[in-house]
């Protein structure tokens, strides 16, 4: 099993950019998840999705879009880029019942310039 | 609503000391603990988790941590570091079977292993 694929590993946007973050796993999981690392302030739940065609909004989902048309992926989308998303991302999944632990990819780093 | 506060960004101890690494949450439900390790370049793994039941948790790697409700702490100990224990250590929270879906994550603790 791959587990938690993201890609790409890096990437260096211009503001106003949008592009798509991809993230796949193959575990079956029902529960997905985005969350932001910034120095400092831990990981921040973007947006999450307990199953197909259902998603919902974590702490910080401002200028950022997420679908859930499969179970396998979960993509994050930003529309318009602005230096303020300058992070790294991970992408994460689980089983249904909260007390399972969180699958983790290795991170896409975004940097916008 | 739930938080997560790790005191201290940095901890630095000696190979074959003590590790402690201090987390008290909030929660205005049981709540479900989870301390968690990243490696330089990598995703989070799981170190361990407490739900229900007994309230000290052993992880892997030689780590355990000890649920005490009294003082909203789960803080995380290893009785003799490692230089591989060198990493981030981050302690999460959610608010139960109801709040499972949004794991709220403190600010991270680097530990750093002096030779």
């Known amino acids: 099993n791959a587990g938690v694929t993201q890609t790409p590993k890096f990437q260096v946007l211009k503001t106003g950019q949008s592009m798509t973050l991809q993230c796949a796993q193959d575990?079956?999981?029902?529960?997905m998840s985005w969350y932001r690392q910034d120095p400092g302030m831990g990981l921040r739940l973007i947006h999450y999705?307990?199953?197909?065609?259902?998603?919902d909004q974590g702490e910080v989902p401002n200028g950022y879009n997420v679908s859930r048309s499969t179970t396998e992926d979960f993509p994050l989308r930003l529309l318009s880029a602005a230096p303020s998303q300058t992070s790294v991302y991970f992408c994460?999944?689980?089983?249904?019942?909260?007390?399972?632990?969180?699958?983790f990819g290795n991170g896409t780093r975004l940097t916008v310039t | 609503a739930q938080s997560v506060t790790q005191l201290g960004s940095h901890v630095s101890v000696s190979e074959g000391a003590l590790v402690l690494l201090r987390c008290n949450y909030s929660s205005s439900v049981p709540p479900y603990l989870f301390w968690y390790v990243q490696y330089p370049n990598q995703g989070l793994q799981l170190l361990l988790k407490y739900t229900t039941g007994a309230t000290l948790v052993k992880g892997i790697n030689g780590f355990e941590a000890e649920f005490k409700k009294s003082e909203t702490s789960f803080h995380l100990t290893k009785p003799s570091a490692h230089m591989s224990d060198a990493a981030e250590y981050f302690c999460?929270?959610?608010?139960?079977?109801?709040?499972?879906?949004?794991?709220?994550f403190g600010q991270g603790t680097r530990l750093t292993i002096n030779p």
């Open positions: 994460a999944s689980r089983r249904e019942g909260g007390y399972s632990p969180l699958h």
């Open positions: 999460a929270v959610s608010g139960g079977i109801q709040g499972a879906q949004k794991l709220v």
């Open positions: 575990m079956n999981h029902e529960y």
């Open positions: 999705s307990v199953g197909a065609g259902i998603t």
